[in-house]
């Protein structure tokens, strides 16, 4: 059995400021027992504008973001997930939004690059087009590490279950999600989708969330929570910044998916989408 916490912040346009939060939370969390942390999509910036992210690319294991990163993930001897921050992209007018994985020692050992992006219209007043800017990533990412096979998402990928199902077939246990869920559609699905990927996959969910008003005039829904395989709130936190945590009992698991063998009983195969 470990400890897990999800962290919730309301980020804005000012990277330091953003960190010297994000670094007051990661505290927070270790001072609770902490052992894996979960920082919310945009962590480090929710700018104005996604061209504030192009112009803030950092590259693969250089920039103030990920040396932030790193540096919380040794000194406090944690695995650190980064929500997601601007990395470079093929398409030098555009950046990856990257979830990178850090180890106790502020090694980064893994990397997602979100792959669903946010084309929406959540109202006549309110659209998104992350496809504009970002370029998306093509690779599930599941990764061993001490507490686990640890699965990577990214937010609007909530709403994709074949994405999850891969990393089922992948041995995933424990699904970490940075997000920052929009204020309309998370009051209307952020519960639901959470839970449902945890029982799906009989699997723990990790959904850290941005949670309240940002200086660019967007809401955030915030409701960060921690799901266990049976799709049971052990903690969740409302609006505002803070921290929440919850132990994750991988014995219980185990238990849990050889009486209920859901994964074994499936019987749809996999098909090529019909155009």
């Known amino acids: 059995m470990y400890r897990v916490a999800a962290i919730q ?4 346009p000012n990277i330091t400021a953003n960190l010297r939060e994000a670094g007051r939370l990661i505290n927070e969390a270790v001072n609770m027992g902490a052992e894996l942390v979960i920082l919310p999509e945009n962590f480090a910036l929710m700018g104005m504008h996604l061209t504030d992210n192009v112009n803030n690319c950092e590259k693969q294991g250089k ?11 040794a000194e406090f001897g944690i695995w650190l997930v980064g929500g997601t921050l601007p990395l470079v992209a ?4 555009k950046y990856r939004a990257t979830c990178l994985l850090f180890d106790n020692t502020g090694e980064c050992v893994a990397r997602y690059d979100k792959m669903h992006l946010f084309d929406v219209s959540v109202s006549p007043t309110e659209q998104y087009c992350e496809s504009d800017l ?5 690779k599930v990412v599941v990764v061993d590490t001490p507490y686990g096979r640890l699965g990577l998402a990214v937010c609007y990928d909530l709403r994709f279950p074949e994405l999850f199902r891969c990393m089922l077939n992948q041995g995933v246990d424990v699904i970490t999600c940075p997000s920052a869920f929009t204020s309309p559609t998370g009051k209307a699905h952020w ?37 266990d395989p049976w799709g049971v709130m052990l903690r969740r936190l409302n609006r505002g910044a803070g921290v929440v945590c919850a132990d994750v009992d991988l014995e219980k698991q185990d238990r849990l998916r050889g009486n209920f063998p859901t994964h074994e009983h499936r019987r749809i195969p ?6």
């Open 270 to 275: 996999c098909q090529q989408p019909i155009h």
């Open 9 to 12: 912040m309301a980020s804005g």
């Open 191 to 227: 519960d639901i989708l959470v839970r449902a990927r945890a029982v799906e996959n009989l699997a723990y969910v990790i959904a850290a969330n941005q949670g309240g008003y940002h200086i660019n005039g967007r809401e955030t829904h915030g409701h960060s929570m921690i799901i």
């Open 134 to 138: 970002i370029e998306a990533g093509n």
């Open 90 to 93: 093929n398409d030098p007018l």
């Open 63 to 73: 920039g103030p973001i990920q040396d932030f990163l790193s540096q919380q993930a």
